[in-house]
């Protein structure tokens, strides 16, 4: 059973990850410490801020993202002052993640199918994208990347070309922490 929000799990994550690769010293499984702690915490103000302006909506995404953070300063934090190696870090966040979720870091990979509709004969007519959700696959976050290549393989990139009179569709897939729903409910009014 998942305690935290899933996008705020899947997004704190792929931060600590990113901030680590990318501070990781060529060649070695060191770490520039200086490094990774900045991009760290440049890169979790900027979410942080994002997620307060429209935190109103969802209060458990905001919540469980300063919990998160905090979580995250300390483990590199610690790392920096031990002088921890690569993998040692690398399985201290998920670890802490695992036990703060109550199991593995779990996401959603999802197929959605977009095509171009004609929207109306307003100012010489007007067309815009329809995203339906065509597939949905639930794994761990170490598999997400196996799961997407093996939809790529089922679904394809699509077909045609949706800004063609002939038609076609596009396939996207995406990667998130929650459950993909069809983004286009309504079809929308020229303004």
Request: glycine content about 10%.
């Amino acid at each position: 059973m998942n305690f935290l929000n899933g996008v705020a799990v899947l997004e704190a994550y792929e931060l600590v990850i990113d901030a680590i690769e990318s501070s990781k010293k060529e060649g070695s499984d060191n770490i520039e410490w200086d490094d990774a702690y900045t991009f760290l915490h440049n890169s979790m103000r900027d979410k942080i801020m994002n997620a307060y302006n429209w935190g109103n909506e969802q209060p458990s995404y905001v919540k469980d993202l300063f919990l998160l953070f905090g979580e995250m300063l300390s483990i590199m934090q610690d790392g920096k002052e031990r002088e921890v190696a690569y993998k040692s870090i690398i399985n201290s966040v998920k670890e802490r993640i695992q036990y703060l979720n109550g199991g593995e870091v779990m996401v959603w990979v999802n197929v959605y199918t977009i095509t171009r509709e004609y929207g109306g004969a307003e100012e010489g007519g007007w067309f815009y994208d329809w995203r339906k959700l065509s597939d949905s696959k639930h794994c761990k976050y170490e598999e997400a990347e196996s799961v997407e290549a093996s939809l790529r393989e089922e679904h394809g990139n699509g077909e045609g070309n949706i800004s063609s009179v002939l038609g076609g569709y596009e396939v996207d897939i995406c990667i998130e922490g929650y459950r993909g729903a069809s983004r286009s409910t309504c079809r929308p009014h020229y303004e």
